[in-house]
């Protein structure tokens, strides 16, 4: 399972466009690019996921360039309830996921 | 709806004692995963199942035990609670389709403290 490295935290302002960028290096062809959202006292909640170009919800959007070693999770004009940790995954779709330490997103008013 | 439960969601027990926490899912989900989370260190991988009757460790299984006899259930023991399991534990469960990425739904975790 490729790891990934990305920032520890992040500070933003409300209405702001929020970019995290996640590096995996060693991605392999069969990996997913995953990113998840976790607020206190909760249990993470699946954001969006890709696995080239970009990829567009109703939350985020995922930028992946064509290498594939690194994808930046996009959030449009962050509110204060976007203060959260959000973590970047990349697995294979063999159902085991990896967990790095996240970012630690904080939104002020 | 279709839920995933941990019970309980506190817990206080000593240096040595069994404990067991109890994850159930309704989604008919075949896997199954149990994290601990501490300060600092984001989610890490106890145990996982594939399904009924499978059972692997994951990066950090040393302390831990799961079974699994039913789709529904994998429930966690620790066979002789040491303070180092003092965490938060999560549990999660997701279909088991090959073609794509398989997204994990998150129960509201265990808060463990071993004193």
């Known amino acids: 399972l490729a790891k990934t490295t990305q920032p520890i935290s992040m500070d933003s302002y409300e209405g702001q466009e929020v970019n995290i960028t996640c590096s995996h290096n060693?991605?392999?062809?069969?990996?997913?690019i995953t990113w998840y959202q976790q607020f206190p006292s909760q249990g993470p909640r699946f954001i969006i996921q890709?696995?080239?170009t970009k990829v567009t919800n109703e939350v985020a959007s995922l930028f992946i360039p064509a290498d594939r070693k690194s994808s930046t999770l996009s959030l449009p004009r962050v509110s204060l309830s976007d203060t959260a940790v959000y973590y970047c995954?990349?697995?294979?779709?063999?159902?085991?996921?990896?967990f790095g330490a996240g970012t630690r997103l904080f939104v002020k008013a | 709806d279709a839920e995933i439960t941990q019970s309980p969601r506190h817990k206080i027990t000593e240096t040595g004692r069994q404990v067991t926490l109890a994850c159930h899912q309704t989604?008919?989900?075949?896997?199954m995963f149990w994290y601990r989370q501490d300060l600092g260190h984001g989610l890490r991988l106890i145990h996982y199942?594939?399904?009924?009757?499978?059972?692997n460790k994951g990066e950090v299984s040393d302390g831990y035990s799961v079974s699994r006899s039913n789709t529904e259930d994998l429930p966690l023991t620790l066979e002789s609670a040491a303070s180092s399991q003092t965490s938060v534990y999560f549990c999660?469960?997701?279909?088991?389709?090959?073609?794509?990425?398989?997204?994990?739904?998150f129960g509201p975790g265990t808060r463990l403290t071993v004193l």
């Open positions: 999660a469960s997701s279909e088991s389709t090959i073609s794509s990425y398989n997204e994990q739904f």
């Open positions: 060693n991605i392999a062809t069969n990996d997913y």
């Open positions: 890709g696995y080239k």
């Open positions: 995954l990349v697995e294979d779709g063999g159902f085991k996921t990896i």
């Open positions: 989604w008919n989900h075949n896997n």
């Open positions: 199942s594939y399904g009924v009757q499978d059972t």
